[in-house]
Each structure stands twice: as C-alpha cells, then as structure tokens.
T-cell receptor, first 115, second 116 residues
Framework: DQQVKQNSPSLSVQEGRISILNCDYT??????FLWYKKYPAEGPTFLIS?????DKNEDGRFTVFLNKSAKHLSLHIVPSQPGDSAVYFC??????????????FGQGTILTVHP | KAGVTQTPRYLIKTRGQQVTLSCSPI?????VSWYQQTPGQGLQFLFE???????NKGNFPGRFSGRQFSNSRSEMNVSTLELGDSALYLC???????????????FGQGTRLTVV
C-alpha cells in the first residue's frame, strides 16, 4: 500500500520555465509534508516543507502548494535552472502519535532542466 | 554547523557476514532515523531512536538492529547479510522526530553497502 505517490517518473523542462512536480497521498493522518532533492549515491537534501494548517509555503524559487481535500501537493520551481536537475522526493509524516521519526516517501520524479 | 555524518561511505561485505554503520547527527538533534534505499523499493523506514530508546520500527526482519548512545550518535547493525541487503543506507536527524511538533529531517550522505 503506497501511501505517498508521485505518478510522474520524469519531467523535462527548459531553463527559465516553471517546473511543477506533483504528489498525492492517501493517509489522512499525515500533517506535515516535505520535498527533498537527491543526486545519485548521495543523501536527500531538504528543500521546503508545509504544515497541513497551511495551503502554501514559499522559499525563494521554490513554492509548495497543499490541497488537503484532494490529498495533493505540488512543488513549483520558478525559474528552473540546469542545476535543479535531480530526483525530487515528496515525503509525509504524522506529528505526535507513535510515528516517531518516520517519513513516508514517494517513488521520486527525475527532473531534467535543459539549457 | 556540521551536518549529518555517516561512516563509512562505501562497504563491501560477503553473504553471511555482519556489518555496523555509524551516524553522527546534527548537534542538538536527539532523533535519528535510518532508511534503506533500493531501486525497487525506494526509501524505506527502518527505525528511529530518541534519547537512546527505539521509539518506532519499520517492517524489516530482526537481522536489522540499531542503537543510540548518550551523545545521540547512532549505529545500525545488519547480521547474516543477504544479497538483497545491498542498498544505500541513510540516516536522518531531527530535533525530536516529530514527537511534539513538525520538524524537518536532515540526511547524511549515506553508506553504500554491497553484499557479494
């Protein structure tokens, strides 16, 4: 049972345009969502997060949108740069309860930004 | 501020052997989680430690174990290695593992384990 899904295995965009990466989740107990960027054979790098009490969070070129009713979130990168090319993971967690320290990850989306 | 440090970066072991991986969290972080990444299964949660206690565990066999020391450093051990244990093992540290409030997790570079 995959509780976090990234349905697009890959995305290709031109430099300077917007990149939109999508993520869906099924567990209504998730209340905190994170995006990570990852290069092969390295650890994920934290990009941006959003709490379920918000519907938008912005940090520089990165904006995350959360639609709780649809159980959907998206990461917007504007403008996209060739250095953004990497695998992007969406992750979700529950605060409190017994799910300590556990992030549930999607399968990742490979973003390629062409010069 | 130093990030999460994992050692060693690469390891080659033979089936049946055991291995110990180490993780030093960010200073002030008391929660350490471990993940396994494989091409087929993606990033899978192994377990979490906080104040030397395991608070949460994923769906992995008992051959996978861990511990945490009083300085929050953590080790993970895999006994009786199998070929399928070949993976990138990642540790992540956070302030409190989301026990009380939302908290970001920061990852180390990982240990690439190859079992032959």
């Amino acid at each position: 049972d995959q509780q976090v899904k990234q349905n697009s295995p890959s995305l290709s965009v031109q430099e300077g345009r917007i990149s939109i990466l999508n993520c869906d989740y099924t567990n209504s107990m998730f209340d905190y969502f994170l995006w990570y960027k990852k290069y092969p054979a390295e650890g994920p790098t934290f990009l941006i997060s959003i709490s379920s009490i918000k519907d938008k969070n912005e940090d520089g070129r990165f904006t995350v949108f959360l639609n709780k009713s649809a159980k959907h979130l998206s990461l917007h990168i504007v403008p996209s740069q060739p250095g953004d090319s990497a695998v992007y993971f969406c992750a979700a967690s529950e605060t409190g309860g017994t799910s300590y320290g556990k992030l549930t990850f999607g399968q990742g989306t490979i973003l390629t930004v062409h010069p | 501020k130093a990030g999460v440090t994992q050692t060693p970066r690469y390891l080659i072991k033979t089936r049946g052997q055991q291995v110990t991986l180490s993780c030093s969290p960010i200073s002030g972080h008391r929660s350490v989680s471990w993940y396994q990444q494989t091409p087929g299964q993606g990033l899978q949660f192994l377990f979490e430690y906080f104040s030397e206690t395991q608070r949460n565990k994923g769906n992995f066999p008992g051959r996978f174990s861990g511990r945490q020391f009083s300085n929050s450093r953590s080790e993970m051990n895999v006994s009786t290695l199998e070929l399928g244990d070949s993976a990138l093992y990642l540790c992540a540290s956070s302030v409190d593992g989301g026990g009380v409030r939302n908290t970001e997790a920061f990852f180390g570079q990982g240990t690439r384990l190859t079992v032959v």
